[in-house]
């Protein structure tokens, strides 16, 4: 593979002061791509200017992505504190010790000595194999609990003070979830991993995070054209087609799956997409780079909002739920506490 000229990204600060880049590498193949694949496209996003890689055991592709950082590693190509490194862990493993078992894990799958970012995947643990149909459901399968979350939360925390990790977030939460957990956090988390693109903005839940020191990290930017089977139902919104991206796309002659990241960059999350295509990775990061979004094309953009969630969580409920709406507290609903 040739040397790719690397353009850099700019970075945004987190409540520590800490500086993560503006644009990432998602890892999740969508169970299209093998995990030799992904981990292919990582070193060619790493020489072509990624420096955030956004990792999780669930991806069942770490070992892969370990490899490929410590050949950049020991190529000199990169040194460790230039990257920004996370990983998640998974529902399985939210019990007394389990998160620290995890997290020790992907460190010697990522063949790192520490993370940048440690995720809580999900906030309850509510587990369902890998590549399960879309109607599996956990008989163990129970509704959010802030006591249960605590659990994980509290070893998160332990990992930062042991060094293992440099900051913890939470990942697709809730305002009501949030209101519950925060007062209880001794370290609070430092970003908030949730679906954001144009047709799902969560103006809420984005601005509730924003004010509390809290920076979005934005799943399926584009709209995971990708995604599994069992994560499309009837009335999902194409991004990529929405009149607002169309006519930035047109006026910029650019694809419009690139408009979708220069708004959440401007927008102020920060996208992760996921290519193992150098064409389309290395475009999506040279777009946040240059040419920006006029005020008026982002306006737009913004009045496309549809509140069309594409990954619904489904696999997650309970006995007794009665849609996947559940998961994400509807009106009325009250957190467990």
């Not at 040739?2 to 850099?8: D, G, Q």
Request: charged share 25%.
């Amino acid at each position: 593979m040739e040397k790719v000229k690397a353009a850099l990204p700019p970075c945004r600060k987190l409540y520590t002061g800490a500086e993560i880049p503006c644009i990432g590498l998602g890892t999740f193949g969508s169970d299209k791509y093998s995990a030799e694949q992904v981990a292919e496209a990582v070193y060619g996003a790493i020489r072509c200017g990624y420096r955030l890689i956004d990792c999780a055991s669930v991806y069942q592709n770490e070992r892969q992505i370990g490899q490929v950082l410590q050949r950049l590693l020991q190529q000199g190509d990169i040194r460790r504190e230039e990257l920004f490194v996370t990983s998640k862990v998974w529902n399985d493993m939210h019990g007394e010790g389990d998160v620290l078992r995890a997290c020790k894990k992907s460190l010697e799958d990522l063949k790192l000595h520490y993370l940048d970012l440690y995720f809580v995947h999900w906030p309850f643990p509510n587990y369902h194999a890998p590549g399960c149909s879309g109607d599996a459901r956990s008989p163990d399968a129970r509704p959010f609990s802030a006591e249960e979350f605590m659990t994980a939360w509290r070893q998160c925390e332990q990992l930062v003070e042991e060094g293992l990790v440099r900051h913890i977030g939470m990942s697709n939460m809730t305002i009501p979830k949030l209101q519950a957990v925060l007062p209880l956090c001794k370290i609070q988390p430092a970003a908030l991993e949730m679906e954001l693109h144009p047709s799902f903005q969560q103006p809420e839940l984005f601005n509730y995070a924003k004010e509390h020191h809290i920076l979005p990290i934005g799943y399926c930017p584009i709209g995971s054209p990708s995604r599994p089977q069992r994560d499309r139902t009837k009335g999902d919104v194409a991004d990529t087609q929405l009149p607002a991206v169309l006519a930035a796309a047109e006026a910029h002659h650019i694809h419009p799956a690139l408009v979708c990241l220069k708004w959440a960059a401007q927008r102020g999350q920060v996208p992760i997409p996921f290519s193992v295509k150098q064409e389309q990775y290395t475009a999506n990061l040279r777009c946040v780079c240059e040419d920006p979004l006029t005020p008026e094309q982002m306006q737009a953009i913004e009045r496309e909002n549809k509140n069309c969630r594409l990954i619904k969580g489904q696999v997650f409920l309970w006995e007794g739920a009665c849609g996947w709406e559940d998961l994400w507290d509807p009106e009325g609903f009250i957190v467990k506490t």
